[in-house]
């Protein structure tokens, strides 16, 4: 949808601990159409949105054959491990007993991937322009990006290893604003996830063999330069902020009861009460637009700041790029919240 600009609602479904609303059914994603019917199964919504919107083409991109595109989909099951345990947000990474698996593994897919972009004549699977085949290899391929890293030691996909992957990689950062700028995940996020039982690894978190700031180099930070950014908003400045930094703020608003709900449920911030919190979320969004008084952040809002960019999940919550500039209020706001935990 956001390669093909089209404007869309997303309406999030909690999949997890039975907390799945009773008016809901299926597998997700699922999207309802213009008409009201509903529809499943990814790709076969990507079918459906290159009917009702040919441009760009996905299925068919400029000099490749649909059926190429189809045949480099259907690859992807040769590709990746098959004796991975299924999981929705740690797939092909561990074993049916839980423990990641081997290196040589991962090593062997990385190769086959990178074999295979080899072979196309451009930086995406199938040639010189972004495809629905792209679309499929994607959430896995970077996924791998920020998590091999943190099971095997210096197992980097994004490392120069592997030339025509890391070519791949850079392209959709490059060349893909609307992947970069809302699609892409951050190394955090996929660290988090590593660090919860339940999620493919038999119950138990894995050892991380990297910390935050080992996968931030081994993923990338989210960062994007000032191009991509309004490239991405160029088609849509009714509805995305005119800066990261904007834009993480605009999500904060929009999402204002929930977050203010959700801190008081979990006693953020040293137990607030409900005015405190809301009142501190007003000054996070003042920050984020206005930085010319970062040098004394109020100690309410550095401890909001703090635990709103802990609960974050990217890019379920906000793009990789806004993201980053929550982050790093957090950072400026640092001395605040030292000194808020010298006097507790």
């Known amino acids: ?58 299925w068919s991109p400029p000099g490749v054959d649909p059926a190429d595109v189809g045949r480099t989909i259907a690859a992807f099951k040769t590709t990746f491990p098959r004796t991975a ?47 629905a085949a792209d679309l499929a290899w994607a959430p896995f391929l ?18 120069g290893q592997w030339e025509a992957l890391s070519r791949w990689y ?15 995940g951050d190394a955090q996020s996929y660290t988090k996830v590593l660090s919860m ?18 996968a931030r180099a081994a993923f990338g930070t989210g960062d994007v330069p000032t191009a991509t950014w309004t490239a991405f908003r160029s088609s849509r400045a009714q509805v995305v902020a005119a800066t990261p930094a904007e834009e993480a703020a605009s999500r904060l608003i929009r999402n204002r009861e929930a977050i203010v709900a959700d801190a008081v449920k979990r006693r953020a911030c040293a ?9 501190a979320l007003r000054l996070v969004v003042l920050l984020l637009i206005d930085k010319h008084d970062l040098d004394a ?9 703090a635990y709103l960019a802990d609960r974050m999940c990217v890019p379920r919550d906000m793009g990789a ?7 790093r209020l957090v950072e400026l706001a640092r001395p605040s919240l030292d000194a808020q935990t010298a006097q507790q």
């Not at 797939?91 to 991937?113: C, I, N, Q, V, W």
């Not at 970077?142 to 030691?153: D, I």
């Not at 690894?201 to 935050?212: D, F």
């Not at 952040?297 to 700041?305: D, I, Y």
Request: charged fraction near 25%; proline fraction near 9%; include cysteine.
């Open 271 to 279: 137990g607030l009460p409900k005015a405190d919190i809301d009142e």
């Open 170 to 184: 850079d392209a959709l950062d490059q060349a893909v604003p609307e992947y970069a700028c809302r699609v892409k």
């Open 1 to 58: 949808f956001e390669v093909k600009g089209i404007d869309y609602e997303t309406v999030l479904i909690d999949n997890t601990g039975g907390g799945r609303p009773c008016w809901y059914s299926g597998s997700t994603p699922q999207v309802r159409w213009s008409d009201g019917s509903m529809q499943g199964e990814s790709l076969d919504i990507v079918r459906t949105l290159d009917q009702l919107h040919p441009t760009p083409p996905l």
């Open 85 to 131: 345990r299924p999981s929705s947000r740690a797939a092909f990474l561990f074993d049916y007993d839980g423990d990641p698996l081997p290196r040589a593994t991962f090593e062997a897919t990385l190769s086959k991937a990178d074999s295979l972009l080899a072979q196309t004549g451009g930086s995406f699977l199938c040639g010189e322009h972004f495809s």
């Open 297 to 305: 952040v109020p100690s309410q809002a550095a401890a909001l700041a």
């Open 197 to 214: 039982a339940g999620y493919g690894n038999s119950g138990a978190a894995p050892r991380v063999r990297l910390g935050e700031q080992d």
């Open 142 to 159: 970077e996924r791998y990006a920020a998590q091999l890293p943190c099971l095997h030691q210096g197992l980097r996909p994004r490392g």
């Open 321 to 327: 790029p806004p993201a980053v500039e929550l982050r």
